[in-house]
């Protein structure tokens, strides 16, 4: 079962600042669950992006307007829902602005 966890942290925290994530990275990593993790740029440097009616709009900044963003992304294949948690209860950073954790789906629907 694939999963991704979006790590939240509060705006003042810039990306990449503080992640000692080296006990998630082995965990994940050991076990051959690591699929990917990214970093994200400052959330001040994006869009949204829509089509209505055939126009496209792109709005600065992130959204919802919010004190906290997604700062980081991993993406996991773990046994169970179970592992992934465990996994996410390993990321520093997680007590403050908390993990996401969502079950990541195929072209033949969710993968559970």
């Not at 829509?50 to 919802?64: I, L, S, W």
């Not at 169970?80 to 950073?93: D, F, Q």
């Not at 908390?98 to 993968?111: C, F, K, N, T």
């Amino acid at each position: 079962m694939k999963f991704v966890l979006n790590l939240y942290l509060g705006a003042p925290a810039s990306p990449g600042e503080g992640l000692d994530h080296a006990e998630f990275l082995a965990a994940a990593g050991q076990a051959g669950e690591l699929i990917g993790a990214h970093a994200f740029a400052d959330p001040s440097l994006s869009a949204v992006v829509r089509v209505r009616d055939g126009v496209v709009t792109a709005t600065e900044g992130p959204y919802p307007r919010t004190s906290d963003h997604v700062a980081v992304q991993y993406v996991v294949d773990c046994e169970s829902r179970e592992r992934a948690v465990g996994l996410a209860a390993l990321i520093p950073g997680g007590q403050a602005g908390g993990v996401e954790l969502r079950p990541l789906m195929d072209p033949a629907g969710l993968e559970m």
